[in-house]
């Protein structure tokens, strides 16, 4: 079996690198590194909630996801007065993937703001984004708890990120840019520890591809999700 790009296993995730406690202001924030994929996430907790949630009885999170210019090996023009079609689905997926892991009646009438602000990109954004936002996140509670900005803990479960994808007829893990780039099929799944699925994202960029290969695509994440959940607590 050929090293891929670089030099890794099919199976062998890219190094993780997590510095807590990243920023002095919000209620908690990371900076994590897989591979030469760098994202800032912090998270802020505020006592209001959107229109549309109020009188409810409950909470909200939201997300938002910026690169910043130099992110990529080309400068691309800052996002100022609209937000691209790109960033508002990769927002909108880190808030969709973080709502799963609170329970939004115990944030009473509070808002969670997950900010991802990507500052080198080498594949994999969207997943490290989420799996740095759980961490922050993670921190931003027990920090609410300790100043009394919360008075109970709203996190349910573990959620964490990662893609996967073909490439040249082999399945891999955790693609970086050169590999994503040339990928056959490409994949990103979202997961809880306990194993469940919150989201799925799988195209077949030049030919459908079959549920074998899905069968393949799944495992190989599932194992290493495995292992990101144990970087999320410290353990590796």
Same mark, same amino acid.
């Given at each position: 079996?050929?090293?891929?790009?670089?030099?890794?296993?099919?199976?062998?995730?890219?190094?993780?690198?997590?510095?807590?406690?990243?920023?002095?202001?919000?209620?908690?924030?990371?900076?994590?590194?897989?591979?030469?994929?760098?994202?800032?996430?912090?998270?802020?907790?505020?006592?209001?909630?959107?229109?549309?949630?109020?009188?409810?009885?409950?909470?909200?999170?939201?997300?938002?996801?910026?690169?910043?210019?130099?992110?990529?090996?080309?400068?691309?023009?800052?996002?100022?007065?609209?937000?691209? =079609?790109?960033?508002? +689905? @990769? !927002?909108?997926?880190?808030?969709?993937?973080?709502?799963?892991?609170?329970? $939004?009646?115990? &944030?009473?009438?509070?808002?969670?703001?997950?900010?991802?602000?990507?500052?080198?990109?080498?594949?994999?954004?969207?997943?490290?984004?989420?799996?740095?936002?759980?961490?922050?996140?993670?921190?931003?509670?027990?920090?609410?708890?300790?100043?009394?900005?919360?008075?109970?803990?709203?996190?349910?479960?573990?959620?964490?990120?990662?893609?996967?994808?073909?490439?040249?007829?082999?399945?891999?893990?955790?693609?970086?840019?050169?590999?994503?780039?040339?990928?056959?099929?490409?994949?990103?799944?979202?997961?809880?520890?306990? =194993?469940?699925?919150? +989201? @799925? !994202?799988?195209?077949?960029?030049?030919?459908?591809?079959?549920?074998?290969? $899905?069968?393949? &695509?799944?495992?190989?994440?599932?194992?290493?999700?495995?292992?990101?959940?144990?970087?999320?607590?410290?353990?590796?």
């Amino acid at each position: 079996m050929n090293k891929r790009d670089d030099g890794r296993k099919h199976n062998e995730l890219r190094p993780y690198k997590i510095t807590r406690n990243f920023l002095k202001h919000p209620n908690g924030s990371v900076l994590i590194e897989c591979g030469n994929t760098k994202v800032i996430v912090s998270v802020t907790i505020d006592k209001s909630v959107p229109t549309f949630q109020k009188e409810k009885g409950e909470g909200w999170l939201t997300a938002e996801y910026n690169m910043i210019p130099t992110a990529t090996n080309s400068r691309v023009k800052r996002e100022r007065e609209r937000v691209g =079609g790109r960033t508002m +689905e @990769i !927002q909108r997926l880190i808030g969709r993937s973080l709502r799963m892991a609170v329970d $939004l009646k115990l &944030l009473e009438e509070r808002t969670i703001t997950i900010d991802a602000d990507v500052i080198q990109a080498d594949g994999g954004t969207r997943t490290t984004a989420i799996t740095g936002a759980w961490i922050a996140l993670y921190d931003a509670v027990n920090n609410g708890l300790k100043d009394k900005t919360l008075s109970c803990n709203p996190i349910k479960q573990q959620v964490a990120a990662i893609s996967v994808g073909v490439v040249k007829g082999q399945p891999m893990l955790d693609l970086c840019y050169t590999e994503d780039s040339k990928a056959d099929v490409d994949m990103n799944v979202v997961m809880t520890a306990s =194993g469940q699925l919150i +989201e @799925i !994202q799988g195209t077949g960029e030049n030919a459908p591809f079959s549920k074998d290969v $899905l069968d393949q &695509l799944y495992t190989l994440a599932s194992d290493g999700l495995s292992d990101i959940f144990k970087i999320q607590r410290g353990e590796k």
